[in-house]
């Protein structure tokens, strides 16, 4: 072998080397993002049974907070409730024909 081939060899190990290095690099880089990603799946699906859990809690408060009104307005909305239902029970019997 001449001296210009050991030298195109030694060049060309060099090279796959770095390639090597590099690969490795970005295999270690895209292993780190698909765990990356798989925490902010896990954050996002956390987030969201949160979100429902405070709609829940702010729908039970708003109930609550209209069931403690004063007397007078408890009448107004008993008598609102009893037409809900009178609509609804002719609804049903329109239904039922």
Do not use: F, H, W
Not at 5 to 26: D, F, H, N, P, S
Not at 62 to 86: M, N, W, Y
């Amino acid at each position: 072998m001449t001296i210009e081939q050991e030298e195109l060899i030694r060049q060309l190990t060099y090279q796959v080397r770095l390639l090597m290095a590099k690969y490795q690099g970005l295999r270690k880089d895209a292993n780190d993002l698909v765990r990356e990603k798989e925490e902010l799946l896990e954050l996002v699906e956390k987030q969201k049974r949160e979100i429902s859990n405070l709609e829940q809690q702010y729908t039970t408060a708003r109930l609550a907070k209209s069931i403690l009104v004063p007397s007078e307005d408890r009448e107004i909305a008993k008598g609102r409730i009893k037409r809900i239902v009178r609509e609804i029970d002719e609804c049903i019997a329109l239904l039922n024909r």
